[in-house]
């Protein structure tokens, strides 16, 4: 199994975080199982070049999936994710304001979508996943999509604002802001942050600084397994570990001891890996 970040290229920097890579390739006999995926500070475009994904919500109950590829806004619950034996995933995760620049479509028309991302790009996208099947490395993969997002932005892109290079510098930081500090760090009265973070990210900044904060716990206990959620509270900026609780309550129904136990039946863990990235 392959599970990989590429940074990417100086052309499209301003609107791409990383570019990811998952691939393997399953021979067990049935299907793998459901990856359990929360809510994520990120608007992605995905390509599924091998076999596609299904998708239920946990709690809307609707499922969609089945394409080549797709578009999706911010997440705000969790969503099943089922997957074939022979899979293999381009993902362009986007900077903050990065999809909005690209497309022009308020981020609140996206949020809890997953979209058939032709019906949004030039008809080139049709190709990509074809590019990407003949592609005789990774990296080359990455470079066919990252071309096609260049492309795209030379088509069509919006100017950068400064909530943009502010929202992106938290990739950097290791603690995250509360929403008054973000908005004067954009150099933006909190009113007018607040209902442009809206347009740009489709939830408001209060919500998006949750989610970050539940995914920087996460991903630290994927990557400590034996560290204890006080812990990992403490170290994420949470106050105690009953802020922790109520977070990962709000953002999944269950608490991190329950949502860990789900996690450790993903598919990425049939082949010994977590997810972290």
């Known amino acids: 199994m392959v ?29 793998l199982p459901a990856k359990a995926y929360p809510p994520r500070p990120e608007h992605c ?27 999706f806004g ?49 008809k080139e996208i049709k ?14 993969m990455i470079q066919v999509v990252e071309s096609f997002l260049v492309r795209e932005a030379k088509r069509k892109s919006g100017d950068i604002h400064p909530l943009d290079i502010a929202t992106s510098q938290l990739f950097q930081q290791d603690t995250v802001p509360g929403v008054d500090a973000l908005a004067k760090s954009s150099f933006q009265s909190v009113r007018h942050f607040e209902r442009q973070f809206k347009l740009r ?26 560290l204890d959620w006080l812990s990992i509270a403490i170290n994420c900026g949470y106050y105690d ?7 990962y309550k709000d953002l999944t129904g269950l ?10 039946q993903a598919p990425e863990r049939v082949f010994g890996e977590a997810d972290t990235y």
Request: charged share 20%; with cysteine.
């Open 201 to 226: 990210m489709g939830v408001s900044p209060k919500y998006y600084l949750k989610v970050m904060r539940f995914e920087n716990a996460f991903r630290m206990k994927n990557k400590n397994p034996f």
């Open 3 to 31: 599970l990989h970040e590429y940074k990417p290229g100086n052309l499209i920097a301003a609107y791409i975080r990383t570019f990811r890579l998952v691939h393997y390739n399953c021979k067990a006999d049935g299907a």
């Open 255 to 264: 608490s991190p001891t329950q949502f860990h136990e789900i996690d450790m």
């Open 127 to 140: 190709d990509v996943n074809e590019k990407i099947n003949t592609a005789e490395s990774f990296q080359q």
């Open 74 to 122: 911010q997440q705000t619950e969790v969503s099943l994710r089922y997957v074939g034996n022979q899979f293999l995933l381009i993902q362009a995760v986007f900077k903050p304001g990065g999809l909005f620049r690209l497309t022009g479509i308020p981020s609140q028309l996206l949020t809890n979508q997953y979209i058939d991302a032709s019906t949004i790009f030039s």
């Open 45 to 71: 475009l995905s390509f599924y070049a091998r076999d596609p994904e299904t998708v239920t919500y946990q709690n809307s109950g609707l499922t969609t999936g089945k394409l080549s590829s797709v578009l």
């Open 241 to 247: 570990y009953q802020h922790l609780v109520k977070d």
